[in-house]
């Protein structure tokens, strides 16, 4: 396979279904995480829960672009890493790209929580 017919060193499918794979999982984080707030503070009915479906998917289908996108870069880290010794600064690397797994997992969830605030002091200001 020729350089020009991949993207970011993959060919065009996996990279595609790496990207929906990605993006489907922000997309359930994000509405797991915000009806779960919405549901705990007591006001699943509102303007918040709504706009968290609606245009909430968007929204969490843009953030995720950014965390693919540095997700790509850990793939290649990764598969560079897998080749060297277990030096320090391998171990260095891998406790890195942990931390970025548990800020990616948590990213939607935060969002979604922040996106719910914002919406009710929106809705408080103009209401």
Excluded: C
């Amino acid at each position: 396979m020729n350089e020009g017919s991949t993207i970011a060193g993959l060919d065009a499918e996996t990279y595609n279904t790496l990207a929906s794979q990605h993006s489907k999982n922000s997309i359930f984080l994000w509405l797991l995480g915000g009806t779960a707030y919405v549901v705990w503070s007591g006001s699943f009915l509102s303007l918040a829960t709504a706009l968290l479906f609606i245009p909430g998917i968007f929204i969490a289908s843009l953030l995720s672009m950014l965390a693919f996108l540095i997700n790509l870069k850990k793939r290649r880290s990764l598969i560079a890493i897998h080749g060297w010794s277990s030096g320090p600064l391998a171990l260095l690397k891998l406790a890195g790209w942990s931390l970025w797994s548990l800020i990616d997992f948590a990213l939607p969830l935060a969002a979604a929580v922040g996106f719910v605030e914002v919406v009710r002091a929106a809705q408080e200001s103009l209401f």
